[in-house]
């Protein structure tokens, strides 16, 4: 099989938290062997988001943050997957009680998101439910007021959007 088809086959594997470590391990492999920069950055970050789900938060921490630094060297501070790795990256802190730490990295990640033309609402709903978190463990009930405010138009959005159709 194609290097790249090999690549694709493994990442498009079901998320299987118990399994898609090991396959997405196997596809950081062969990314590395290929030389593909990005790629491998991707799948760091994912490889994250897969220990994340299964509630092992430092070693998702670790894996964002080497995705974050990989991407300083190949992607603007403004570009989409920095801000979705940085929202990745403070749920991880948040998850284990470091709010402060989490606030910086949430904020960053919504700030660079919400920039973007085509926004989802896929890391930017999820962000503003940790943002609100994060503000009211700082005591700071004004801004998660704020975030919660956000959170409830955008879900009423998309309500009305799927309504419509």
Do not use: C
């Not at 704020?146 to 799927?162: G, H, L, M, W, Y």
Request: charged share 25%; no cysteine.
């Amino acid at each position: 099989m194609r290097p790249l088809a090999e690549y694709r086959r493994l990442t498009s594997m079901s998320w299987d938290t118990t399994r898609r470590p090991r396959v997405l391990l196997a596809a950081l492999a062969l990314i590395a062997a290929l030389g593909i920069a990005a790629l491998r950055v991707t799948t760091l970050s994912n490889i994250g988001g897969v220990y994340t789900r299964r509630k092992d938060f430092v070693r998702a921490e670790k894996l964002f943050r080497e995705a974050l630094q990989a991407y300083a060297g190949t992607l603007p501070p403004t570009h989409q997957n920095v801000g979705i790795t940085r929202i990745r990256l403070g749920d991880a802190i948040l998850k284990q009680g470091r709010f402060a730490e989490s606030e910086k990295e949430t904020l960053a990640g919504y700030t660079i998101v919400s920039k973007q033309a085509a926004t989802s609402t896929r890391w930017l709903q999820p962000a503003r439910q940790n943002l609100a978190v994060i503000y009211d463990s700082l005591r700071q009930p004004q801004m998660a007021e704020k975030f919660r405010a956000e959170f409830a138009a955008a879900e009423k959005k998309s309500t009305s959007a799927a309504a419509a159709k």
